[in-house]
């Protein structure tokens, strides 16, 4: 392994600016069952959109479906279309790897490869792309998407470590370094904080708030004070009755959608008289 060269990555290489994503009618499936139902959201680059809304109600169903890993679920599927820059990503024709390539993502649990360094935790999706070939610059790429993910100074001096012997909080962010390492245009993030404590939460969340300006982001909370600090925009999604289909029922800028919302269950919801 290489160490990376101590100079700023060249600014040329970062990726200057998200892409628009356009879902309309989505509804998934697990087997027989309907999980989500006609779900039409448009997702703005350079914005954050956050989904809320009562646990089952298909807000991690939505992001898997983006990003394709619906599709590594026995029985699952998606109808519908989801629109990326005109390229419709539930499409049989479009590859799953270069479309987890243009969509990274970030889970509710850190979850680093734990026998690699932190160095090789942030090039593995650089390596599996390049297939064995040498990634021009990986020293570069690696010490940007470190600094983007506000960790490198924390880090620079033990990039041989395991990623596995970081804090919790530090953990996270190597994951969104190793999702950013790669350049996508979309970040997803399910429940990105929920493993963290307060501090991390929050370098988590000023992290979130910087990135907005290269990356189109939905973020999934549970956190509605998580919602209301860090998104543009806000999607509401419930389960109208027990067994149906989840549903969008409302989106719309952030302050807007708490302050004054249209739908009675987005208020119920918001002012937790259900969920
Ligand atoms: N792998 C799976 N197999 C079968 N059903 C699933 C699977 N994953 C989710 N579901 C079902 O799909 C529905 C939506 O689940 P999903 O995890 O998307 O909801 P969510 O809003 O993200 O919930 P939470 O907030 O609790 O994480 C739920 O009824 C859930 O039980």
Redesign the pocket.
């Known amino acids: 392994m290489r160490q990376p060269a101590h100079r700023p990555a060249p600014a040329a290489t970062v990726n200057a600016g998200g892409a628009r994503l356009d879902i309309a009618n989505l509804s998934a499936y ?2 027989a ?1 309907k ?2 139902q006609d779900v039409n959201l448009v997702v703005e680059p350079k914005q954050v959109t956050a989904m809320i ?1 009562p ?8 992001l898997r479906c983006v990003n394709g890993m619906h599709q590594t ?1 026995p029985g ?1 599927r998606a109808e519908g279309a989801i629109d990326l820059d005109g390229v419709n990503v539930l499409s049989d024709q479009v590859d799953p790897v270069r479309l987890r390539r243009r969509i990274g993502m970030v889970f509710q649990r850190p979850n680093p490869f734990p026998t690699m360094s932190i160095y090789d935790n942030v090039a593995a999706g650089l390596r599996l792309g390049h297939r064995g070939r040498r990634t021009p610059d990986l020293d570069a790429i690696v010490e940007r998407a470190l600094r983007q993910a506000n960790l490198w100074h924390e880090v620079r001096d033990r990039l041989k470590a395991p990623g596995a012997g970081l804090s919790g909080g530090q953990q996270q962010r190597l994951c969104i370094a190793r999702a950013l390492a790669v350049q996508p245009e979309v970040l997803l993030m399910d ?1 990105p904080c929920s493993a963290l404590d307060p501090i991390s939460t929050l370098a988590i969340e000023d992290l979130i708030f910087t990135l907005r300006e290269q990356y189109t982001i939905v973020i ?1 909370t ?1 956190n509605m004070q998580q919602a209301a600090r860090v998104s543009d925009v806000t999607a509401f ?1 419930t389960v109208p009755a027990v067994g149906e289909p ?1 549903r969008l029922v409302e989106v719309g800028p952030t302050s807007r959608l708490f302050s004054s919302p249209t739908q009675k269950a987005t208020e119920d919801y918001i002012t937790g008289k259900v969920g």
């Open positions: 697990y087997g069952r999980a989500v809304g646990s089952g109600c298909g807000k991690s169903t939505v679920i699952a429940e999934v549970h999604l989840g």
